[in-house]
């Protein structure tokens, strides 16, 4: 486990937490129970065989207030701790996962009751790859990995204690390519979960007395600003710089972590306050790709495909490209997605030769080595780049001032955020990241 990716998803869960106890709410926190019944599919070649996996699942939720949303249609942000047994308690053994998440309403009214919920998180292993005593669990390399969650849940029925739901769940733990091998545990599941309303429940919520503190205080803080309700309902573009300290391995030969840094621009535009997108470009620079050409290794000599690469290890060590932003605001919590365009990744090649050719390839390649061959995978992974995560926001995203004359409200102008992230190779970890940066609103919102 690497100190990086260790404080990346320690961060991530502290802002979330944060991130409860500030939200601006609409109702007491609600408590969940939830059970999970599925499988896990086969992570590598002689996976383990195992029983069904089943979870036992603690949640708590909140409602969150959006300007120009009722009650039914307002997301909520929660935090689950999660236990799962994975069907082999030799082999793979258990896992113990604590994830935020947020669920929206979805279908609308036509289908009422349905819920849609992501989560990142962290999940710790007791049980993990050995190459001796455990070689064929090849999908968890390290203790703590990064914990990804996507449901959807559809109600049953409301009784006395509270609401029975049921729903169908994929979990994805990896730990963000700073160990190899990573294979990664993908899980479907069937769920059952139940939303509790009873006495139980309202003698919990009584304790949080730091939410009805933090209404007092926003209701009072509302006489001066105005209420959340007032936020502009018209797009206001913004700016965005973003600086970011990643770390990843090359291949098995090369298992060690070294840096990828990072930086992006973006310009975009947040609508009524909570729903922002935006287009830009990043840069980003991989000290394990400027290692390899400039340490003369096997696939860059001379006579070989990349020997050219020496000239300028710096510039073939290199990726930059172009990338739309989506991203979900939540009081200071951001929920954040990318889709990049690599216009140029040259030691991506490498990467995939090594990799992607026969199993287990040695630093020094043979000249027989079979190297991975270039096809519409390759070209897909080459140049498509997703990423995932949380951001949190020095500011209240729905902050709103007025003006000493009256003037419109206008958002604060510069909010500056840290944020944990997972980079990827479509959808294939590339590495894990810390990030900082800020977001600078350029005018008032339209009418």
Known sequence: MTRLQHHSIIVVLCLSAWTLMQAQVKEKPSWHTEF???????????????????????????????????QAQSPKIGLLGMYTDLGNKELLGHSYALIPYVSFPVFGKRWSGSQMQFGLGGAYFDTRFDPETNFFNQAVTTDLTWAFRASIHQRLFTHRYGTLDAGLVYNHQSNGHTKLPNQGLNSFLLSLRQTWHGP??????QAATSVDDYKLKY???????????????????YLEMRFGYGLNVLALAFNDLRPVR????????????????GLGAFYRFYQHYHDYIQGNESLVRPGQEFESFRVNPRRYGSNFGLHLNGEVLLGHFGVSTQLGLN????????????????DYPPRELPPNWVLGEYNTKYQLKKHLSTRLGLRYYLF??????????GSPIETIRVNPFIGGHINANLGQADFSELSFGM????????P
Do not use: C
């Open 200 to 205: 139980l429940t309202q003698r919990i919520a």
């Open 343 to 358: 216009l140029y990744k040259p030691a991506y090649g490498i990467d995939w030769r090594i990799n992607e050719g026969w």
């Open 219 to 237: 209701e009072r803080s509302s006489k001066r600003t105005g209420s959340m309700d007032q936020l502009p309902s018209g797009p206001q573009e």
């Open 262 to 277: 990072t930086f992006a621009i973006t310009w975009g535009k947040t609508h009524k306050g909570y729903l922002r997108w």
């Open 439 to 446: 977001i600078i609103h350029l005018g008032n919102s339209k």
């Open 36 to 70: 999970l019944y599925g499988i896990s599919a086969e992570a590598n070649d002689f996976f383990p065989e195992r029983d069904p996996q089943f979870s036992l699942i603690l949640g708590m939720s909140q409602r969150i207030e959006l300007a120009g949303k009722t």
């Open 396 to 405: 209240d995203t729905r902050s709103v001032n007025r003006g000493q004359t």
